[in-house]
């Protein structure tokens, strides 16, 4: 999983990589792997970092961004061509890049990125912007992966993998590309052409977990989706408790829809000593234990003496989750229910998004034992049809729950 931005300005004068640094902070919640941006002035400048906030401001009045994580994201800046991507072409990034340099170069660009796009198979997003000035960017024929439009009036256009980035860099939000489509903004104009599209297979794991809960994924607000997962998970699978507890942060939201539903009280059980960590993404069970630790603390009034219902996304490895079990019955929690808002993963990840099968704690394993693994006095995850029922919308790879891609 990657972030990636774009932004065109329709005139001289500005700098837009001031803008880009708040776009591509926005979309630190997709990637641990670094920040990196390039603008186009007289030619291109680059700026690299561990963080969004710490890039520099090179001079340029259209630029292209990432923010990166492993194998499945790609930014690369050659003298003719800035390219970020999101996903994985089927040809690999380098060869799709070569080819997006000589479409960009015809007598019409965006025609001919249409076209490759069309022939191009994998699932992946893109933004590049070449030496001549043309901004483009554009979605598989599938739609696997969300990039979304803004626009700051007459003055600039952008497209990014969230629409919060949009509206973070004060754009508005104005439409999502949609599957096989490709946008070229160059210095005056913008032009969409549609490439061609195959049976949509957009990524359901963004709705439960990767996008933040401010933006709209393919018309679909996330939010709303998040607290119906937990509306329909409350019917599913009931239990008696004092209070329901989500595991910051994208579980908030489903904590919220289960206790309304439910009828539970809802409480705040967790304070952060860091910004946000998505420990699943971490390379080593060490590092992903200490930022379990940084990231939860327990606030043992909100659970003494009380049976909890603790809500959370997802299970990938089980790390989090037990940890937070046993603090919060060393804080004085009389049961700990476990409910999860998305069905168990099983692996199968077309991008690569979820680690193999066998790291998987879910993975085969009936939900009583994973209990017992994290400590919990039950645990139950949403079912399959539920999660479809809670997205309300066709088109959606769900191999990583055992579906359909």
Known sequence: MGGILGIRAFGRGWRVAAFMRYGLLALQNRGSGGVRLATLGQEFRESSAGSADRLEDPPGEAGVGAVLSGHDSWFHV????????????????????????????????????????????????????????????????????????????????????????????????????????????????????????????????????????????????????????????????????????????????????????????????????VGRIRTAGLASPLERLAGVQLKLNVIGSSVEGRDVVLVDDSVVRGTTLRNVVWNMKRKGARRVHVRIGSPPLVGGCPLGRVPPRDELISSGAPEDAIAAVVGADSLRFLSLEGLLRALGRRGLCTACWGGGH
């Not at 754009?171 to 160059?186: C, D, I, K, N």
């Not at 052409?193 to 359901?204: E, I, K, N, Q, Y």
């Not at 679909?220 to 019917?235: I, N």
């Open 78 to 273: 050659s003298e003719g061509l800035a390219v970020a991507g999101d996903g994985r072409p089927d040809e690999g990034w380098q060869r799709f890049s070569d080819s997006l340099y000589e479409a960009l170069r015809s007598r019409d660009p965006a025609g001919a990125v249409a076209d490759l796009v069309a022939g191009a198979g994998g699932r992946y997003s893109f933004v590049a912007l070449s030496r001549e000035g043309f901004l483009v960017a554009g979605r598989d024929a599938a739609g696997s992966l969300p990039l979304e439009v803004g626009s700051m009036g007459f003055d600039m256009g952008a497209v990014a993998s969230e629409s919060a980035a949009l509206e973070v860099m004060g754009f508005e939000h104005v439409a999502s590309l949609r599957p096989g489509e490709v946008m070229l903004m160059g210095p005056m104009e913008v032009e969409r052409r549609r490439a061609g599209a195959r049976d949509p297979s957009a990524c359901s794991f963004e709705y439960v977990y990767y996008a933040r809960h401010d933006s709209v994924v393919d018309g679909v607000p996330v939010y709303s989706v998040r607290e119906r997962l937990g509306e329909v998970l409350a019917e599913e699978a009931p239990a008696e408790a004092d209070v329901v507890i989500g595991v910051p942060e994208t579980s908030l939201p489903v904590a919220a829809g289960y206790s309304r539903r439910s009828g539970i009280p809802l409480a705040f059980g967790f304070v952060s000593s």
